[in-house]
């Protein structure tokens, strides 16, 4: 582990469609090819979060991919490497949103948080901390929201992170498509995929229907 700037960065392995992507580390943001595509990160109070996630293992990643800085902004592509996450729920996900009578949740379906206030109680986050998009062509709005809604209120962020996210430019690099395509197609990479029961991983789904095949 790296310490940088304040921050812990963890290196896992990254996807198999990663692995020739080199390792970049932020210095106080540099422009964009220093993320690479690293999916996992720690804010400050990352040990705690380490620690409740070893005794809650869970399918988590970052939605930063070393592509994004050809088609999305500064500032989109920041919120992908350092400030949300996509993960699948688990059962206590499924109880706690049932519980408040939101949506219907099941068991492995996609969800989209942030980072910062993951380790807190549901009730203690602010607003839009977890969000889980109907399908794939949703995560662009869902995530442009949560940066509309809960940035703004989310004390977990620490300062460093908010300055930097507010510094960075939106304007997209120029002459290419639109980033809810680009969205889309990068979801697809990350093996996400459109069910009837909202997003799924893509392995989850085969391994169901394997375990299913197997029972019959």
């Known amino acids: 582990q790296h310490q940088h700037h304040g921050y ?16 970049y580390h932020h210095h106080g943001y540099q422009a964009p090819p220093q993320y690479g595509g690293y999916h996992s990160y720690d804010g400050t109070n990352g040990q705690a979060r380490r620690d409740a996630y070893h ?28 400030m949300v996450e996509i993960f699948a729920a688990t059962e206590k996900d499924v109880s706690a949103r049932h519980s408040k009578g939101a949506q219907k949740l099941v068991q492995g379906q996609v969800g989209i948080r942030c980072v910062h206030c993951s380790h807190l109680r549901p009730r203690d986050r602010a607003e839009r901390a977890v969000c889980y998009p109907s399908s794939i062509s949703r995560i662009y709005q869902t995530v442009a929201d949560m940066q509309r809604f809960h940035f703004e209120q989310c004390r977990e962020i620490p300062l460093k992170i908010r300055k930097i996210y507010k510094s960075l430019k939106t304007t997209r690099p120029r ?20 069910t009837e029961n909202g997003i799924q991983f893509g392995a989850d789904m085969k391994q169901k ?8």
């Open 175 to 194: 002459g290419v498509g639109s980033p809810q395509t680009y969205w889309v197609q990068s979801a697809k990479l990350l093996d996400l995929v459109d």
């Open 209 to 216: 229907h394997e375990e299913t095949d197997a029972s019959s």
């Open 8 to 23: 812990l960065t963890q290196h896992h392995h990254a996807p198999h469609h990663q692995h020739h992507v080199p390792h």
């Open 55 to 82: 005794s809650h293992p869970q399918k988590r990643l970052l939605l930063a991919m070393a592509t994004d800085q050809d088609s999305l902004s500064d500032r989109q592509c920041y919120v992908r490497s350092e």
